[in-house]
């Protein structure tokens, strides 16, 4: 049975936010990073916002992350960053969750929230591994060979799994071990800058996070997205439709050597 389509996506704000980065969410995915994608760009109002679902359906950047994560030269990564966050108010989730050291010396003035899980480490690890994880699993990696977005999402986790390693001492980026060490990290990096850092998750609600930025108190409550379901049912469908590519590029080819052979045989007979 195949997969039922996920549902469509609300059309992208323009990122056309012509000042710096004003606020850095710097918790790991699977931490209400869509919540506060949708917090930042309709509730508070802050700007257009850096998230995952900005980069997976542009090959373009997600090119420009996975050349950030391999590039080495402090100065060199940057410019590759500054080019990444064009535009953008905010940044939540994935790739802005990789670069907290450069970020928060790029823009200077940003807040950072700390995004955390309620449920700690091994609840994260638990959804990492049934929602995320399998991005970077054989069925994904042939299924997908001929999508050009999905092909240049699974290069840019395998430069993801390598940060892991070196800056953590992990194999996967989803082991439950990354959870504390990522969070312990970004604060150790805000502390060594000067800067106020919020811990904040859906829980807690806006009165927190909204003191903390500046902003009023929204009268709706707290969206919540992206949850677990939904996420494994985009894992099953990106799938099924690179499946549908592999199908697609086996006719074509039986066509162009069917048509090829009579091609071949009609000169041969007119000769």
């Known amino acids: 049975m195949a997969p039922s389509l996920p549902p469509t996506p609300k059309p992208q704000i323009p990122m056309d936010f012509l000042g710096p980065l004003q606020v850095i969410a710097a918790g790991l995915p699977r931490c209400a990073t869509s919540t506060l994608k949708e917090v930042f760009e309709d509730q508070l109002s802050i700007g257009p916002t850096m998230h995952m679902n900005r980069c997976l359906p542009q ?15 402090t100065m060199k990564r940057r410019a590759i ?9 905010a940044t939540t989730d994935f790739p802005g969750h990789l670069f907290i050291e ?21 609840d994260w690890a638990t959804s990492m591994k049934t929602t995320i994880a399998p ?7 042939v ?16 430069a993801w799994e390598g940060d892991v390693r070196k800056r953590f001492g992990v194999n996967h980026f ?40 500046g902003k009023e108190v929204p009268v709706v409550p707290l969206p919540r997205n992206n949850d ?18 592999w199908a697609r590029k086996a006719v074509m080819t039986v066509l162009a ?13 007119l000769t």
């Not at 995004?115 to 091994?122: C, E, L």
């Not at 991005?135 to 990696?141: A, D, I, K, L, V």
């Open 228 to 245: 677990r379901k939904k996420m494994e049912g985009v894992v099953k469908w990106r799938i099924a439709l690179g499946w549908k590519l």
């Open 81 to 89: 960053l500054y080019q990444l966050f064009q535009g953008c108010a």
């Open 143 to 158: 299924a997908c060979y001929w999508s050009v977005p999905d092909w240049w999402h699974y290069q840019t986790e395998i």
């Open 135 to 141: 991005f970077m699993s054989w069925s994904y990696r």
């Open 102 to 122: 450069d970020l928060v010396e790029m823009y200077p003035d940003a807040k950072v929230v700390l995004n955390v899980r309620k449920g700690g480490a091994t």
């Open 174 to 213: 989803w082991d439950s071990g990354v959870y504390d060490m990522h969070n312990e990290w970004v604060k150790r990096v805000c502390r060594e800058h000067g800067k106020d850092v919020l811990l904040w998750e859906p829980g807690m609600g806006w009165e927190e996070l909204c003191r903390f930025l």
């Open 59 to 73: 090959p373009a950047k997600m090119k420009l992350v996975h050349d950030a994560l391999r590039e080495q030269d």
């Open 257 to 269: 050597t069917v048509l090829g052979s009579w091609g071949l045989n009609r000169m041969l007979t």
